[in-house]
């Protein structure tokens, strides 16, 4: 049960964090997001044309005595500015929009079996990674700066606050002063500089495949 559960909270969600969470069941995804999708669009739809004839039938009332008689095109201009101030409410701004985002959602999922998330979601998202990114550039201002020595060998030395995880990628060639280096090993240092790299010159044939994989699109370009 909670499998099921957690599969239909996915569907609301945008495509990174469904990839991140793996889902139990990604056909289950698409099933939640395509019929939930149609039940919002049905109760929405339903719930904004009953307030909307709530609010003609308010408005025809109080405008009954000025336009009882007038031609045509004066009540159906009437009809369109109760229309367009029936739209400038925020409820109805957000039931029109909910409505339109389930049939999106539907179709979404009928047509191309593709889950389309919820925007509220895809936005509250978007907020947090906003927010932890600011704590993390914030984090990483406040760390003392790299010290970086040239060894006699050609070799460098670079005592850092930063643990630079993808630097022990084999395959990543790092990019100082016009010059590329690989990774040679990592040592333990004093603070404020725990981590010490050791960085030797990358081969050739090296920096040549990863200027073509860049190229090439898929892989990272040098650092």
């Known amino acids: 049960?909670?499998?099921?559960?957690?599969?239909?909270?996915?569907?609301?969600?945008p495509a990174s964090f469904r990839r991140d969470s793996k889902a139990e069941?990604?056909?289950?995804?698409v099933f939640a997001a395509t019929w939930i999708g149609l039940l919002q669009f049905v109760l929405l739809a339903y719930l904004l044309v009953v307030r909307y004839l709530d609010f003609l039938a308010a408005r025809t009332k109080l405008w009954a005595p000025h336009v009882a008689g007038?031609?045509?095109?004066?009540?159906?201009?009437?009809?369109?500015?109760?229309?367009?101030?029936?739209?400038?409410?925020?409820?109805?701004?957000?039931?029109?929009?909910?409505?339109?985002?389930g049939a999106a959602r539907f179709l979404g999922g009928l047509i191309a079996s593709?889950?389309?998330p919820s925007w509220p979601v895809v936005l509250a998202f978007k907020i947090k990674d906003a927010i932890v990114q600011r704590r993390e550039r914030l984090r990483v201002s406040a760390l003392p700066p790299d010290a970086v020595t040239a060894l006699p060998?050609?070799?460098?030395?670079?005592?850092?606050?930063?643990?630079?995880?993808?630097?022990?990628?084999?395959?990543?060639?790092?990019?100082?002063?016009?010059?590329h280096y690989e990774l040679e090993r990592v040592d333990r240092g004093a603070l404020?500089?725990?981590?010490?790299?050791?960085?030797r010159r990358a081969p050739l044939g090296k920096i040549l495949r990863a200027y073509e994989e860049y190229d090439a699109g898929p892989a990272r370009p040098p650092e």
């Open 114 to 116: 593709e889950v389309v």
């Open 70 to 101: 007038a031609s045509e095109a004066v009540q159906s201009g009437v009809l369109i500015i109760a229309t367009l101030e029936f739209l400038i409410y925020p409820l109805s701004l957000l039931l029109l929009y909910f409505c339109l985002e």
């Open 153 to 179: 060998d050609g070799r460098l030395r670079i005592a850092t606050a930063h643990a630079r995880p993808s630097w022990s990628n084999p395959s990543l060639t790092i990019g100082i002063g016009g010059e």
């Open 1 to 13: 049960m909670r499998s099921v559960l957690r599969d239909i909270l996915l569907s609301f969600c």
């Open 25 to 29: 069941s990604s056909g289950r995804v």
């Open 192 to 199: 404020p500089h725990p981590f010490v790299f050791f960085l």
